[in-house]
């Protein structure tokens, strides 16, 4: 299984690791701080760096459907793998501009969480927006999330992860507001999010290590998808 080394520590934006499989997935590493597409959240992008210098662009990342946890790094188109073979030391660097905005976005849908208290049936992340689908009937309104998102950036809360088992989830089931995406089953514990005072669920995506480090961002949109479903679209301001 790969090393999941974004799971302990989002901050990370390069690492040492060593190839082991090449297949039409793509290319997997014994240990990776590429974040694969899932929970809503897109997957990294980034290069690998073999010892010798030689440049491999890696357009996105993803959970390999063939190979249970394990992570494909997916090539540019018409890359060329040659100096890539299993068993080559490469240097593993995300994107980190992209990162960032995966990480600010993502924090940024839990601060909305906690401001609207409804089960989330949709939601994505990219480094271009985010969006949440609520489970409800009722009118939501721009400026008002938008000045709650503010307060609760300038707050200052600090934001960190912790895991708990299974069975403590099970305990409280309350903690799930997905109704999309649940959490993963079968390890015996689950990742948390925590935002001190303001929201805990279980999340294993990217985030901000405050939500000071969310900055500005701002409710650009809000749709009226079903009689049962508001959807909220995300945007950085300034």
Known sequence: MTEELFREDASLLECRATVVAVDEAGLVLDRTVFYPLGG??????????????????????????????????????????????????????????????????????????????????????????????FHMAEPLDKDTLTAGIARLVAEAHPVRHRWISEEELDANPGLVRSMSVQPPRGLGRVRVLEIEGVDLQPCGGTHVANTADVGAVIVTKIEKKSATTRRVVLGFGG
Request: hydrophobic fraction near 45%.
């Open 40 to 133: 809503g959240q897109a997957g990294d992008a980034g290069t690998l760096t073999n010892e010798a210098g030689a440049v491999l662009v890696i357009a996105d990342a993803r959970k390999h459907q063939a190979r249970a946890g394990d992570i494909a790094h997916v090539p540019a188109t018409g890359a060329d793998l040659s100096a890539f073979a299993p068993g080559t030391r490469v240097t593993a660097r995300i994107d980190a501009e992209r990162r960032r905005a995966h990480m600010r976005f993502h924090t940024a849908t839990h601060l909305l969480c906690a401001l609207v208290p409804h089960p989330v049936d949709g939601c994505s992340i990219t480094a271009g927006y985010a969006r949440l689908d």
